[in-house]
């Protein structure tokens, strides 16, 4: 399928303008969406109600307003609303060149991609080469849409990534959460190094995962359109889980559950085998019953979900 450029725009990168093409990085999340019914089957629609009369307000006759206290607006007319938008611009104008790493990714937005435009090949490449060399990226500012945004411009292999990202008050600090932050020590840290090290890969594979819900719900809507009826497996009594022990045991029953599961089963007594591991047992105290989770009956497995895209 041919990319299609959502935008034109202008790099100014010093005296060098470089012409470039926008284009989404990413699709817009296609989980499976579900319409309100009446009880006979047919679509509803939404509407507003006047909260003074109960009436039915048309959208045409609504207006914008903002609640400076309770009960008390102050309203803007469309025209007013349209002069506080920033004007938009086709220029991109790069601000500085910081590390790459010195971006936190908890400030990354919308993603796009940008390639070169007529006759800007050259200055393209010149500027992913010159970022790639000295392993720093671009901010810039980017008007659109009535507002201005700061963007990353950063070098990949095959091109130039234009990643939107988030003002400061917009993220979050994980210093509001006051973690208190608990010592450990150099026996329980070389383990959970360990336990790291085996189950460690050498790159991020996406195509390795799945919305595995999304895939559930289209099996079930098939199994529906099919006319089969759909059973929900209702939970085991069965213990699915043991007791949580020790940080220490705890780890070292992780090491023996990954060393088994790369080399095959050991053969040891059941008395030596390892317990299971609750998770939890990294935040909770030693010895201390953990709460027990219940288990489902085996699922057969459905046919193929039909692939649906969102148009």
Excluded at 35 to 57: C, D, F, M, N, W
Excluded at 84 to 104: M, N, W
Excluded at 111 to 139: H, N, V
Excluded at 143 to 171: C, H, N, W, Y
Aim: proline letters at 6%; hydrophobic letters at 40%; a neutral charge.
């Amino acid at each position: 399928m041919t990319a299609r450029s959502i935008a034109s725009l202008t790099l100014s990168f010093g005296l060098v303008s470089i012409p470039v093409k926008l284009y989404s990085a990413t699709e817009t999340a296609s989980g499976v969406g579900f319409h309100l019914l009446t009880p006979e089957g047919g679509r509803v629609k939404q509407q507003y109600i006047s909260e003074a009369t109960g009436e039915v307000v048309a959208r045409v006759d609504m207006k914008k307003g903002y609640e400076f206290e309770k009960g008390q607006f102050v309203v803007f007319a469309p025209e007013e609303l349209k002069a506080l938008e920033e004007g938009a611009t086709h220029v991109v104008e790069i601000v500085s060149f910081v590390p790459e790493k010195s971006v936190d990714p908890l400030y990354y937005d919308k993603a796009y991609f940008i390639a070169p435009d007529k006759r800007g090949g050259k200055p393209y490449c010149l500027l992913q080469q010159a970022m790639r060399e000295s392993e720093r990226c671009a901010l810039a500012k980017w008007s659109s849409k009535g507002k201005t945004r700061i963007v990353q411009i950063r070098p990949a292999d095959e091109g130039m990534v234009f990643q939107q990202l988030l003002f400061a008050d917009e993220v979050r600090g994980l210093a509001d959460l006051h973690i208190e932050q608990i010592a450990v020590t150099d026996t329980e840290l070389q383990l959970a190094l360990q336990i790291i090290d085996q189950v460690s890969e050498d790159a991020y594979d996406p195509s390795a995962y799945e919305d595995e819900e999304k895939k559930r719900i289209l099996e079930a809507i098939d199994r529906k359109i099919a006319g089969k009826q759909i059973v929900s497996p209702e939970a085991s009594a069965e213990d699915s889980g043991g007791q949580v022990i020790d940080l220490m045991e705890a780890l070292r029953a992780s090491l023996s559950a990954n060393k088994t599961k790369r080399t095959g089963p050991a053969k040891t007594p059941a008395s030596k085998k390892a317990a299971p591991v609750d998770v939890a047992v990294l935040a909770s105290k030693p010895r201390r019953p953990a709460r027990r989770a219940a288990s489902t009956p085996e699922v057969k497995e459905a046919p193929p979900a039909k692939v649906r895209a969102r148009k």
